[in-house]
């Protein structure tokens, strides 16, 4: 989710639920060690439960790295052991690194004795050509050996040569048993499974094999799918709000962060352009807030009246 779930977005899924844990776009130690911490590290207090995705293969370097997310005030630390990206694999991390268990071990060792909160690895069932469960297994046993208790487990294998990030999330065949053998294996773990998920009812086929359940792609495209979740899976009773209430709270915060010479305006609506996905009008909303012109005046209230438009259609 490279340049996607960045502060604005997590600041704005946070007004469609409560509770859900969100999580940042992969942010490399090379990042926090050599460039601006604040612009990579910095979030809103709303945002809380949320934890920060490292990539890095160092573990003196991942180590630091997790140590300034505690101090940011952070809540989790997860290490990226899942993305193919030839730029990650530059970098020797990512899913590259589902073949050197030891070394992910070793950084995970290096986290978990450098801060007080939980250390958690999001990876691949294999990598290549490699797909017998017994890779997967294997490398949950030795990082679980490390401490590790939570596994977030995308069901796809990583292909890291001959497809794109976008062809490695929709080519590899979805294996969700691989995962739910991974649960009843390894019982006292907390394993999360990932990978084409889109509706209520798979969300709740899958917890009845394992303990939890991420989303991507489609929590960005269709955000208000989560809108239920408080009630459903966190037994919360206050109403969510409507998709007109969510952006009637954002409008403070968007305003705050444009007069403070921050980001334009389109930095924060381009993660609400699904916001009414499913409704008619949802194209012209999509297209309001697309608006170069429109959006370089940097009025927030565009935002408002383009859901307005929406919403009485709808009535």
């Not at 916001?275 to 009008?281: D, R």
């Not at 697309?290 to 929406?310: E, H, P, T, Y």
Request: overall charge negative; glycine content about 8%.
């Amino acid at each position: 989710m490279m340049d996607w779930t960045d502060r604005h977005c997590r600041r704005f899924h946070r007004e469609i639920t409560r509770h859900t844990w969100l999580y940042t776009e992969m942010v490399t130690t090379g990042a926090l060690m050599h460039g601006d911490q604040a612009r990579h590290l910095d979030f809103s207090d709303e945002e809380h439960p949320v934890a920060l995705q490292l990539g890095g293969s160092e573990p003196e370097d991942l180590a630091k790295s997790a140590r300034l997310g505690e101090q940011w005030g952070y809540d989790e630390i997860n290490l990226n052991c899942g993305c193919p990206s030839d730029r990650v694999q530059r970098g020797a991390f990512g899913a590259c690194l589902m073949a050197e268990p030891a070394l992910v071990a070793d950084c995970v060792k290096s986290m978990r004795d450098a801060v007080s909160i939980d250390v958690t690895v999001k990876h691949r069932i294999g990598i290549d050509d490699v797909d017998s469960y017994g890779f997967v297994r294997d490398f949950v046993g030795t990082i679980a050996d490390a401490g590790c208790q939570t596994f977030i487990v995308h069901a796809r294998n990583a292909i890291l040569k001959g497809l794109s990030p976008k062809e490695n999330r929709e080519i590899p065949p979805l294996r969700y048993e691989f995962a739910y053998q991974l649960k009843q294996e390894f019982p006292h773990l907390e394993i999360i499974i990932n990978g084409g998920i889109k509706t209520l009812p798979e969300i709740d086929l899958h917890l009845q094999h394992v303990d939890g359940v991420m989303l991507g792609r489609e929590a960005y495209h269709h955000p208000y799918l989560m809108a239920a979740f408080d009630a459903r899976y966190y037994g919360d009773t206050a109403e969510p709000l409507t998709r007109l209430q969510i952006i009637e709270a954002m409008l403070p915060y968007i305003r705050a962060q444009i007069s403070s010479s921050g980001p334009r305006l389109n930095s924060i609506t381009r993660h609400m352009l699904g916001l009414m996905t499913g409704l008619p009008g949802a194209r012209a909303f999509r297209q309001r807030l697309s608006d170069a012109k429109q959006l370089a005046a940097g009025d927030a209230d565009l935002i408002l009246s383009a859901a307005q438009s929406v919403l009485a259609a709808t009535n």
